[in-house]
């Protein structure tokens, strides 16, 4: 099993950037994918997931509105599209497979390496 985190980069505030996460090893179907993020001496937090059956998508308050999670089956991949970014959105994200969505760490088995994401002028 693998997961693959890329996209981030430097970008504005109110800028947009899409990451991907890109799966290995098992398929889309059967597993919930989570979005996390740290920031700098900050805790791993729960940014979104999408779930494996009904395709129901949770968000983190503070990126409700701004930020949207889809997958394509055919690539086995999952995207986060973010926009209306923020320098407090500025951390190192992470995707990860599920049991089910949650916004703590335990239910997930696997981890993708991170991307970075910055939010500055």
């Known amino acids: 099993v693998q997961l693959q985190a890329f996209g981030g980069g430097l970008v504005q505030p109110g800028g947009s950037l899409r990451l991907s996460c890109a799966a290995s090893?098992?398929?889309?179907?059967?597993?919930?994918i989570g979005w996390f993020r740290q920031a700098p001496g900050k805790a791993r937090e729960g940014v979104s997931c999408i779930s494996s059956r009904d395709v129901s998508t949770y968000y983190d308050d503070s990126v409700k509105g701004r930020f949207t999670m889809s997958r394509d089956f055919a690539k086995n991949t999952v995207y986060l599209q973010m926009n209306s970014l923020k320098p407090e959105d500025t951390a190192v994200y992470y995707c990860?497979?599920?049991?089910?969505?949650?916004?703590?760490?335990?239910?997930?088995?696997?981890w993708g390496q991170g991307t970075q994401v910055t939010v500055s002028s």
């Open positions: 990860a497979q599920g049991w089910y969505c949650s916004g703590y760490l335990s239910p997930y088995n696997y």
């Open positions: 090893g098992f398929t889309l179907d059967h597993y919930a």
